[in-house]
């Protein structure tokens, strides 16, 4: 019975999942393009949605502008809820409006990440910002790095015009988003996201198969012991 219960609740959980999951992605996708937006507004010069590889494996950031005689990296967060964590934690908390409660890759180790390998590429000063679009409040005291859009823009714009080193830098990285190879380096991406997301569905077919085990070895006792 407990197999049973927990196969059918992993079957009934599938869609819901994969709704979710679908609507995490909209919300994203709509997160940033109003950042494009605003970024195009402000006059600031950006490219959008470009896919970077070094020895650890593929990034995939999502927008890159030039103020100053430096380049920005913008990584777009659309949370809805709480967001809990320390500046150096890997993990996070994001307490969502339901008051259901979901572990997060901290925001500003991943884009630091990004950081590096935008410098390693083209060489010139980088500056990290966490953006958040969505409807989030931070706990605690503001963390430097992590801003709204309105901040954001703001920062860029007392930044100045982009220097000819920056808008060069960037000019290279929209030569290298042309490329054939972007769309290759995108889909590896996506595949290497998708075998590290946490699966709701695959962890109770996981205790679905464990209770199955469970059953069967319970009843295989008894029928020893008459």
């Known amino acids: 019975m407990?197999?049973?219960?927990?196969?059918?609740?992993?079957?009934?959980?599938r869609p819901t999942d994969q709704a979710t999951e679908t609507h995490a992605q909209r919300a994203g996708a709509a997160g940033e393009k109003r950042v494009a937006r605003a970024l195009e507004r402000a006059g600031v010069p950006a490219i959008h949605d470009i896919t970077?590889?070094?020895?650890?494996?593929?990034?995939?950031?999502?927008h890159v502008a030039a103020a100053g005689d430096c380049l920005y990296c913008?990584?777009?967060?659309?949370?809805?809820?709480?967001?809990?964590g320390h500046a150096h934690a890997q993990q996070w908390t994001l307490k969502k409006p339901d008051g259901a409660a979901q572990r997060v890759y901290n925001p500003?180790?991943?884009?630091?990440t990004h950081r590096d390998v935008i410098r390693r590429v083209t060489q010139v000063p980088v500056r990290p910002l966490v953006i958040l679009a969505g409807h989030v409040q931070l706990a605690g005291e503001p963390v430097p790095g992590m801003i709204s859009l309105t901040s954001a823009i703001?920062?860029?714009?007392?930044?100045?015009?982009?220097?000819?080193?920056a808008l060069a830098a960037l000019e290279a990285l929209e030569r290298f988003r042309g490329q054939?190879?972007?769309?290759?380096?995108?889909?590896?991406?996506?595949?290497?996201?998708?075998?590290?997301?946490p699966a709701c569905t695959r962890q109770l077919w996981i205790?679905?198969?464990?209770?199955a085990l469970v059953f069967f070895v319970l009843a295989g006792e008894q029928a020893i012991l008459w």
């Open 108 to 112: 500003l180790l991943q884009n630091e």
């Open 52 to 62: 970077l590889q070094d020895r650890r494996g593929t990034h995939q950031i999502d």
């Open 74 to 84: 913008l990584e777009t967060k659309t949370w809805r809820g709480e967001l809990m």
């Open 207 to 211: 205790l679905a198969v464990g209770a």
């Open 154 to 165: 703001m920062e860029m714009t007392r930044a100045g015009a982009a220097s000819g080193r």
């Open 2 to 13: 407990v197999a049973t219960g927990a196969a059918a609740a992993a079957i009934i959980t």
């Open 180 to 197: 054939s190879r972007q769309a290759v380096l995108s889909a590896a991406h996506r595949r290497r996201m998708r075998r590290h997301k």
